[in-house]
């Protein structure tokens, strides 16, 4: 019993870490620019994102912009019609929906020049699960039974996808990754 409450505690520390939204600054060190020759597609590609995560753009105001626009737009560079822009030069984006969400800056020549960025959030009804079996596991005694480990793996995707979407944040990914953890330990 005490093995299966220390198990529990683990499952709730394990969903909070995960639940902590990450920020991160685009491009790193080096800002959204256009002088240091960043490669913002492998910046992207080597982060993975998650719904509630936000991402920094840091730049001199009086020579960038950030605008947000569709995938057309993205592909052909063009700064006609934005969905949103930001002028500050410490712009943080908060990312409140998975897909794809496309970015360039809106001065005349910059996107040509490589200062687009295409940020892929991915869905948090399919991720969720490959990171928690493998830590709660870690954390549960050599006393659990190994079938232990399998069961959250299984009972994780129960959610509706698309009520999960509807959603602002991870919310319901968070609760119904702790209840299927829970369950996972009580219910058999
Ligand atoms: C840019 O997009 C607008 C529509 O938002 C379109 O009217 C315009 O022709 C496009 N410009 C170029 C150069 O493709
Ligand atoms: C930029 O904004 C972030 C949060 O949005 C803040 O933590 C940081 O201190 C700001 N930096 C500057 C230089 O204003
Ligand atoms: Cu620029």
Sequence with gaps: MAARIVV???????????????????GDSAGWTTI???????????????????????????????????HAM??????????????????????????????????????????????NVINPTSSRPLSDPPISSDSSSPSSPPSTTTIPAAGVPGPSPSHAASLPNSAVAVVAALVSCLFANFAY
């Excluded at 006609?80 to 410490?90: A, C, R």
């Design 74 to 119: 993205y592909r052909s560079c063009n700064n006609s019609n934005p969905i949103s822009t930001f002028t500050t030069g410490n712009d943080s984006v908060t990312l409140t929906n998975h897909g794809h969400h496309f970015f360039f800056c809106g001065v005349p020549g910059h996107c040509q020049a490589g200062q687009k960025l295409d940020l």
């Design 36 to 70: 240091a020759n960043v490669d913002y597609k492998l910046w992207a590609s080597t982060k993975t994102f998650h719904i509630g995560d936000t991402v920094l753009f840091e730049y001199n105001p009086q020579f960038h912009n950030v605008m947000r626009v569709t």
């Design 8 to 26: 529990a505690l683990a499952c709730i520390v394990v969903i909070i870490r995960l639940s902590e939204a990450a920020m991160y600054k685009v």
